[in-house]
Structure formats: structure tokens, C-alpha cells
């Protein structure tokens, strides 16, 4: 018997790629980890930037907790079982009136992972909306094989590599999967999915946590490291990365610093871009 999603949520994952919604916590209890996020942000004058948008979970204690949450790795295991990393987490926040968009694409193009076992839990710490940029997919696309994609470095397209898909992806298709604060949604690597820019007066904040069994491992020739969240780790494919017990310590924001530059070097392999800040600055 599944943990946590119904037997119809296991099923729909597997014919359409992806699950909506999932309540994992309380509005009130996603309203205090926007106010984490937004302190800080306060503390630094400006939205979170740069490498800070990647990993954070290695960076702040309260984010770590969330990529341990029980509920959410209920749901992870329901679908793949009970030994699990997280590879990466990443916030995608589209600031109120603001042109930032997520073009038609993959997650799988540029992860270098052996296989597709992957599944994103998106966090809402903000409503998600039609309104203001909710994620949307195609549903049954996770079913087709890699899909070519170009790259852009578009200065308003939040991925990494400004990526799209080159081939029609039969847009008129799309479901939204509009979440309220405390709410996740579970997508496949390979579902084809975006977003529209937030034309409205508050932000649209969503964290991001990529998931995968302990058999996968990293096919690109880099390093790679990633947090053990459940069960063992038999097959030793990855380096471990420890668990934050307090927020910037200064350990962890060096440790941090080495694995976003390798991170970067498998995103962007192929291209002249070595950080995320330096694919800042070639998007403008």
C-alpha cells in the first residue's frame, strides 16, 4: 500500500507524468518559510540571487528540514522507493510584474543522470497560480525520449541555460497545476513543462526539490554529491553531502560554494559558462 499518495495518484504519475496537489504542510506553516526566505532577503537589500537560488537546503537549516520532510518522502517513496537522495533543490521565484518566464523543456536535458528515475516536488511557499505564472505540463510527454532542446540564455528565462524544446510540444494540451501555500506537485525528469510570466502585485515563490533513487548515478565525467534523505545508500554513485544544523554556517557556505561550481560545470557543459552567476550575467 502507497504511504501517503492513493493508488489513482500512483497511477495518474505513471500515465501523465505528474501529481497535483499534495498538502504537506499548513498554509501557516509555508507562510513561515516564505518569512525565513524574505528575512533574509531583507537582510541582504534584494531578492535571493546567484548560487543562493541553488542547493539552498545546504545553506539554510530550515531548508534542510524541508528536504527531510516526511510527508514529501512519503510521497517520493510511494513512487520510487525507500532509498533516496536529493540531488538538487532550486527556488523559482517570479517576482511581482515581472517579465521572468520558464520556456517549454525537460528537466533531463543537460542532469547528466544515468536514467529518468527522477521526480521534482515543487513547494508552493506562495499560491501558484494561471494568474501568475503557474507551473503548466503536457501531460503523457514524460513517455517520449529525450527531446532535442536549443539553448537561448534569454535574459528573462529563469533555466539555467535559457533551454526550449526545438520541436512543437502541442502546447494547446497544458494543464496548470495551480497549488495554494503548503502544496506540492510531483513531476517526471522528462515531462514537458513552463511557465508564464507573473503580471501580478506579489510574488509567486516555489522551492524546487529533485529526488532520486540511490541506484541512479552521474554519467556526465564530474563530481557529483548529493543528500542522503531516506533509507541506505548501496551503490555509492554519489559523494554524501551533510545536513545544515544552522543557518550560513560558515562550512557549509564554502562546502556550498565548491558543489554549486560543480553543479555548474555538468549544467553547462558544451558551453563557454562556468557558474551560475556567469549565466546571469550572459542572460543580462
Not at 501529481?19 to 506553516?29: C, L, T
Not at 522507493?81 to 515581472?98: P, Q
Not at 494543464?175 to 501555500?181: I, K, R, S, T, W
Request: hydrophobic share 40%; glycine share 8%.
Amino acid at each position: 500500500m502507497p504511504k501517503l499518495l492513493t493508488r489513482a495518484q500512483v497511477e495518474q504519475f505513471r500515465r501523465d507524468g505528474y501529481v497535483h496537489p499534495v498538502r504537506v504542510m499548513s498554509v501557516e506553516q509555508a507562510g513561515e518559510l516564505r518569512g525565513r526566505l524574505e528575512a533574509f532577503e531583507a537582510s541582504t537589500g534584494g531578492p535571493l540571487q546567484g548560487n543562493y537560488r541553488h542547493k539552498a537546503h545546504l545553506l539554510f537549516a530550515w531548508l534542510g528540514d524541508l528536504v527531510h520532510n516526511p510527508i514529501i518522502l512519503d510521497a517520493i517513496e510511494d513512487l520510487y522507493g525507500a532509498d533516496l537522495f536529493c540531488w538538487t533543490s532550486n527556488f523559482f521565484i517570479k517576482e511581482a510584474r515581472n517579465p521572468g518566464f520558464v520556456s517549454w523543456h525537460q528537466d533531463s536535458t543537460y542532469w547528466g543522470l544515468s536514467k529518468p528515475d527522477v521526480v521534482t516536488a515543487w513547494v508552493a511557499l506562495s499560491a501558484s497560480t494561471k494568474a501568475n505564472g503557474a507551473m503548466e505540463v503536457i501531460p503523457g510527454t514524460h513517455l517520449m525520449d529525450q527531446i532535442p532542446h536549443r539553448d537561448t540564455f534569454a535574459k528573462d528565462n529563469l533555466l539555467s541555460r535559457g533551454q526550449e524544446i526545438a520541436v512543437d510540444v502541442g502546447a494547446s494540451k497544458a494543464v496548470a497545476l495551480e497549488l495554494q501555500p503548503g502544496e506540492i506537485s510531483l513531476h517526471h525528469v522528462r515531462l514537458v513543462h513552463g511557465s508564464a510570466p507573473n503580471p501580478t502585485p506579489d510574488r509567486r515563490i516555489g522551492f524546487a526539490i529533485r529526488y532520486i533513487p540511490t541506484d541512479v548515478r552521474q554519467v556526465a565525467d564530474i563530481e557529483d554529491s548529493a543528500t542522503l534523505v531516506r533509507g541506505v545508500d548501496a551503490h555509492h554513485n554519489f559523494q554524501h553531502e551533510p545536513r545544515a544544523t544552522r543557518d550560513l554556517d560558515p562550512a557549509f557556505v564554502a562546502l556550498h560554494r565548491r558543489i554549486t561550481e560543480h553543479n555548474a560545470r555538468i549544467l553547462y557543459r558544451g558551453t563557454d559558462v562556468a557558474t551560475f552567476n556567469d549565466a546571469k550575467s550572459v542572460r543580462g
